[in-house]
């Protein structure tokens, strides 16, 4: 069964960092696998954030977060991250990770609010 967590969400003010980890298991991250972050606010649609394919590392971004997210991966460990810097409050949602277009994470709650 294949399952993915996410942790590093919270509370931080404008302005500020947080770094978003999910680790996968019954799933081996391998130069195939390509790795998602969207995210749900509220009221709203889900939104595509970041992607990194597997075979070049190659990273996209929403016009919204580029230049202040970062979208990594560390196959040895399974786990895919999110560094998110220059925080605005319209950053705040329900952020899941998402692998192969297939799994999910349950998501995790960033608030940015001061």
């Known amino acids: 069964q294949v399952q993915l967590v996410e942790s590093g969400g919270g509370l931080v003010q404008p302005g500020g960092s947080l770094r978003l980890s999910c680790v996968a298991s019954?799933?081996?991250?391998?130069?195939?696998?390509?790795l998602k972050w969207y995210r749900r606010a509220p009221g709203k649609e889900r939104e595509w954030v970041a992607t990194?394919?597997?075979?070049?590392?190659?990273?996209n971004y929403a016009a919204s977060v580029k230049c202040r997210f970062t979208i990594s991966r560390d196959n040895a460990k399974n786990t895919v991250y999110l560094q998110m810097n220059s925080l605005k409050p319209e950053d705040t949602a329900v952020y899941c990770c998402?692998?192969?277009?297939?799994?999910w994470g349950q998501g995790i709650q960033v608030t940015v609010s001061s």
């Open positions: 019954g799933l081996t991250f391998s130069s195939s696998t390509t």
């Open positions: 990194i394919t597997g075979t070049d590392g190659i990273t």
């Open positions: 998402n692998a192969r277009n297939i799994y």
